[in-house]
T-cell receptor
Framework: KQEVTQIPAALSVPEGENLVLNCSFTDSAIYNLQWFRQDPGKGLTSLLLIQSSQREQTSGRLNASLDKSSGRSTLYIAASQPGDSATYLCAVSEAAGNKLTFGGGTRVLVKP | NAGVTQTPKFQVLKTGQSMTLQCAQDMNHEYMSWYRQDPGMGLRLIHYSVGAGITDQGEVPNGYNVSRSTTEDFPLRLLSAAPSQTSVYFC????????????FGPGTRLTVT
């Protein structure tokens, strides 16, 4: 059974520092990996989708890498801002369809 | 485009009552799914559908029923609510069952007393 882990569970950084969020998964037979942002009491907003054949994906200040063989993905957020404070979730899509298995999330606080 | 919409936003039920959580999308997506989010358990898949008329069970299907009569709608029915079903429920959709980006609704916060 696929298991997805995100460490640390919480992270606090000063504004302007780069954020590095980690995601690991146990079964490398994935179709894709998706990073989401969730604000308190809100739904999930998709940030980046990396296909299994890709090594990385970029959008603005966000960059996500994928290493299938080691079962790891990293989300980098450059020059963090207080507005980046949220919970970040990673999820992998199983090879047998589009069912997502989620990690527990990393709660990020960016201090002004 | 409204994206994925869910109603109601909040609901309180008594044990044993039934209700339907509504989910609709206007993106002509074939694939739709339901997740529940619980503290310490993360998000878990309840049911999913790869197209109208086709549904299947996810990781935690017990106590829930779904049907998919149209591409746009994917309601989730609680047959006899239990306190263990207190959770936040999210509906999601994607272009089809393959490796496409998934879009989530705003969620329904359900409390069963």
């Amino acid at each position: 059974k696929q298991e997805v882990t995100q460490i640390p569970a919480a992270l606090s950084v000063p504004e302007g520092e780069n954020l590095v969020l980690n995601c690991s998964f146990t079964d490398s037979a994935i179709y894709n990996l998706q990073w989401f942002r969730q604000d308190p009491g809100k739904g999930l907003t998709s940030l980046l989708l990396i296909q299994s054949s890709q090594r990385e994906q970029t959008s603005g200040r966000l960059n996500a890498s994928l290493d299938k063989s080691s079962g790891r993905s990293t989300l980098y957020i450059a020059a963090s801002q207080p507005g980046d404070s949220a919970t970040y979730l990673c999820a992998v899509s199983e090879a047998a369809g589009n069912k997502l298995t989620f990690g527990g999330g990393t709660r990020v606080l960016v201090k002004p | 485009n409204a994206g994925v919409t869910q109603t109601p936003k909040f609901q309180v039920l008594k044990t044993g009552q039934s209700m339907t959580l509504q989910c609709a999308q206007d993106m002509n997506h074939e694939y739709m799914s339901w997740y529940r989010q619980d503290p310490g358990m993360g998000l878990r898949l309840i049911h999913y559908s790869v197209g109208a008329g086709i549904t299947d069970q996810g990781e935690v299907p017990n106590g829930y029923n779904v049907s998919r009569s149209t591409t746009e709608d994917f309601p989730l029915r609680l047959l006899s609510a239990a306190p263990s079903q207190t959770s936040v429920y999210f509906c999601a959709s994607s272009y089809d069952y393959r490796a496409y980006e998934q879009y989530f609704g705003p969620g329904t916060r359900l409390t069963v007393t």
